[in-house]
């Protein structure tokens, strides 16, 4: 399999669980995950935030806030509901995730009457996991949005039980980006290296870490030190910015990316609210830059989705 970077839109149609991990983990810390809201109204109106963020080099589309019961896209053209994924797949030709939540239902009252407040179909459940296979989705992401009362515990046991109902139809990344609402699992318990052991049992393929410089504690050094633990277990590590600094300046953005990269991340994830929706667009572009260089941003901006 070739490196994600090379890869075109029709290398990846028939790309299988295995392949995609290899091609992630052959680019060696050069994938940029962008995430984006698509219930909210899209920053170019007619166009969806998830084509927005593609075509400013993003590799992965990760769709938070995403209801596989009841999926809405504004912008995107009328498709039937089960088709949702397919299409953005077809217009931006790129691997596509959702987040899931293994929300404490108490907490989770909190986000009530907000942009944040769950719904059924965002549920970190065996039977969402599955549909969200049958959809086209290539990777869930088990975390939380916060406020949700998402604990590690919780998604654990969640990880369980969609593994065993998934199998290999689908890339599993799991960990918080920020405590989601849970007391005590702020800082440096966000996440530790037995909660990494633990994903990895529940069967994890990539494990998901606050990128350095996002909430406190997190150094460039504790990350380093998770990483190589995820590495040592032939897993991959995502870093993310889930703080709303992706509505930083460029500088911020930069600085972050490299200590990610030299932390030792194989996928960089820029989170959705720069503002509501998606990160500004400037910075997705500067993150891109700043871990791969313009030739491989460019290129990934001008490939054809009919490749």
């Given at each position: ?57 993003a590799d992965i589309l990760l769709l938070n806030m995403f209801d ?206 720069g503002v509501p929706g998606m990160a500004l667009p400037q910075n ?11 030739r491989h941003t460019y290129h990934k901006m001008a490939q054809s989705?009919?490749?």
């Amino acid at each position: 399999m070739k490196r994600l970077l090379d890869c075109t839109p029709s290398d990846l149609q028939n790309c299988t669980k295995p392949e995609l991990l290899s091609a992630l983990a052959a680019c060696e810390g050069r994938v940029l995950a962008c995430e984006t809201i698509g219930i909210t109204p899209p920053l170019l109106v007619d166009v969806t935030n998830a084509e927005y963020a593609a075509s400013l080099s993003a590799d992965i589309l990760l769709l938070n806030m995403f209801d596989v019961q009841h999926p809405v896209i504004n912008a995107l053209p009328k498709v039937a509901a089960e088709d949702t994924v397919r299409e953005i797949k077809r217009l931006t030709g790129r691997v596509v995730g959702i987040n899931l939540e293994p929300v404490d239902p108490q907490a989770a009252k909190s986000n009530d009457g907000t942009l944040w407040k769950m719904s059924t179909g965002r549920l970190a459940t065996a039977e969402n996991a599955v549909r969200a296979a049958e959809m086209g989705v290539d990777m869930v992401v088990l975390t939380g949005n916060p406020g949700n009362g998402v604990s590690n515990s919780a998604i654990v046991e969640s990880l369980r039980s969609i593994r065993a109902a998934v199998g290999d139809r689908l890339i599993l990344a799991a960990g918080k980006m920020h405590a989601s609402g849970v007391a005590g699992e702020g800082g440096e318990n966000i996440l530790t290296p037995d909660d990494v052991r633990d994903f990895i049992q529940a069967g994890a393929d990539i494990i998901l870490l606050p990128a350095p410089g996002t909430v406190p504690g997190i150094t460039q050094e504790y990350a380093h030190r998770l990483i190589r633990g995820i590495h040592a277990a032939g897993k991959l590590a995502l870093t993310a910015i889930g703080t709303s600094q992706e509505g930083a300046d460029t500088a911020t953005i930069r600085q972050i990316a490299l200590m990610c990269k030299m932390a030792g991340a194989d996928i960089h994830h820029i989170g959705d609210t720069g503002v509501p929706g998606m990160a500004l667009p400037q910075n997705i572009l500067a993150y891109s830059i700043a871990i791969r260089g313009e030739r491989h941003t460019y290129h990934k901006m001008a490939q054809s989705v009919n490749r």
